[in-house]
């Protein structure tokens, strides 16, 4: 495991967010580094070319020097300019939490979209850090035809990620193709759909395996466990079935670089009938986490869908505590995923979510129309069918307001 000290820069006049400094000492545990030491840093101003102060720069330099530190990870995000100058303060590698974040998700992914979104994050992070100096960057020598510097090894490395970046950008454009014909191909077996949202390690994979009763997902108590979205069957309560869909966990201070590349993955969010915001009841940022989670859904224009607050690991609670957060939140869910409680009144909360949208309602088709079905069937969740005296079925349904007037319509008609 490498070794590695942590540092969080604030202005005097400002609060210290030491839990964004412990949740970075997870996300570097995740990434497979042991924490020498943390520092939270107070400076007057942030200094443009180093962040923090050079007299504390060259205290941690020494640290890392006598005790053989691999690297050093701000919290903030640092300037290309300011990588630079600090790799030449501190003998050890520097990274930021963007850069430590991405290494977590290219050793989590395992699909190849997945891996394809992590790249095309991980480079558009480096070309602007590229650098070189003098001749020793020089590809090509002079002479006949060749005569100056010629191209710059820098200039060549950037052509190069500039180019791999326009391939993984039109792959994923083809990736993102793939996933809305595989969209439309769910929306064509009409089952309603559900997303779980929430922050990273909130219990989204695990409360997945209590739905569907198998390891649908893999699920740990770590950051970013799972990448990949996850779609399974699970059944309903009055009958039927419907889609419940795992997604990325959220953090605060999330990349936009990776915001941007797992679009296509997050908008899966967007095309669902309910979300599902797990929190995690026993973590004492919840609020934060919550403004987090809120934020990234208003930016995916989802905000406007029913969503219900669910409060995993309610079990981890004393009773004044689960008390005080179901006064506080008294339309929520509170539940516990990896012991399975819970669950019934869950299913139960989210077939009434259904409805504003997927309503019960009856059809009844003749003999001569049994021809219907199939469209029926392509339209709509049948719930139950009962024969008729005539030969006929009397069917109950769930539909959409547009597919059960189109079913109507076509009954009717004949």
Same mark, same amino acid.
């Given at each position: 495991m490498e070794k590695v000290i942590l540092i969080g820069a604030c202005l005097k006049n400002e609060f210290a967010l030491s839990h964004s400094l412990e949740e970075l000492a997870r996300l570097a545990n995740t990434a497979g580094a042991n924490v020498h030491r943390v520092y939270q840093v107070r400076v007057q101003n942030f200094n443009a070319a180093t962040l923090i102060g050079t007299g504390k720069l060259q205290e941690i330099a020494a640290?890392?020097?006598?005790?053989?530190?691999?690297?050093?990870?701000?919290?903030?995000?640092?300037?290309? =300019?300011?990588?630079?100058?600090?790799?030449?303060?501190?003998?050890?590698k520097v990274l930021?939490?963007?850069r430590l974040i991405l290494d977590i998700f290219a050793q989590r992914a395992r699909t190849q979209e997945g891996k394809l979104q992590v790249e095309l994050a991980q480079l558009n992070y480096l070309l602007p850090r590229l650098s070189g100096r003098g001749s020793a960057m020089m590809q090509q020598k002079g002479g006949i035809g060749m005569r100056g510097p010629g191209e710059r090894k820098l200039e060549y490395d950037r052509r190069r990620l500039r180019a791999r970046i326009s391939?993984?950008?039109?792959?994923?454009?083809?990736? #993102?193709?793939? @996933?809305?014909?595989?969209?439309? #191909?769910?929306?064509?077996?009409?089952?309603?759909?559900? =997303?779980?949202?929430?922050?990273? +390690?909130?219990? #989204?994979?695990?409360?997945? +395996?209590?739905l569907t009763q198998e390891k649908a997902v893999y699920a740990d108590d770590k950051l970013f466990a799972t990448l990949d979205p996850t779609t399974r069957r699970v059944p309903m309560?009055?009958?039927?079935?419907?889609?419940?869909?795992?997604?990325?966990?959220?953090?605060? $201070?999330?990349?936009?670089?990776?915001?941007?590349?797992?679009?296509?993955?997050?908008?899966?969010?967007?095309?669902?009938?309910v979300l599902l915001?797990?929190?995690?009841?026993?973590?004492?940022?919840?609020?934060?986490?919550? @403004?987090?989670?809120?934020?990234?859904?208003?930016?995916?224009?989802? =905000?406007?869908?029913?969503?219900?607050?669910?409060? +995993?690991?309610?079990?981890?609670l004393s009773e004044v505590q689960l008390k005080l957060l179901k006064n506080q939140y008294p339309s929520a869910l509170f539940i516990s995923a990896e012991k399975q409680k819970g669950l019934s009144a869950l299913l139960t909360a989210v077939e009434k979510a259904l409805k504003i949208k997927w #309503?019960?309602?009856?059809?009844?088709?003749s003999a001569k129309q049994a021809d219907l079905l199939g469209q029926i069937y392509t339209r709509s969740l049948v719930l139950s069918r009962t024969p008729t005296n005539d030969g006929g079925l009397e069917l109950k349904i769930m539909a959409?307001?547009?597919?059960?007037?189109?079913?109507?319509? $076509?009954?009717?008609? +004949?």
């Open positions: 640290e890392c020097d006598a005790e053989k530190i691999d690297s050093v990870i701000f919290d903030e995000e640092i300037s290309p =300019a300011q990588q630079k100058n600090l790799e030449e303060i501190l003998p050890a930021d939490r963007t391939r993984l950008e039109q792959e994923i454009e083809q990736v #993102k193709k793939e @996933r809305s014909l595989r969209r439309e #191909k769910r929306q064509r077996v009409p089952l309603p759909q559900i =997303a779980l949202i929430g922050y990273t +390690n909130a219990g #989204k994979s695990t409360l997945l +395996n209590a309560k009055g009958g039927g079935q419907m889609l419940f869909t795992d997604t990325v966990g959220f953090i605060q $201070k999330l990349p936009h670089s990776l915001v941007s590349a797992f679009r296509a993955t997050l908008e899966e969010t967007a095309f669902a009938d915001h797990i929190h995690d009841a026993s973590s004492p940022q919840r609020e934060e986490q919550a @403004r987090v989670v809120h934020k990234i859904v208003t930016d995916l224009h989802a =905000a406007e869908l029913p969503i219900i607050d669910v409060f +995993n690991k309610a079990d981890l #309503k019960v309602r009856p059809l009844r088709i959409t307001d547009g597919n059960y007037a189109e079913l109507r319509k $076509k009954t009717s008609a +004949n």
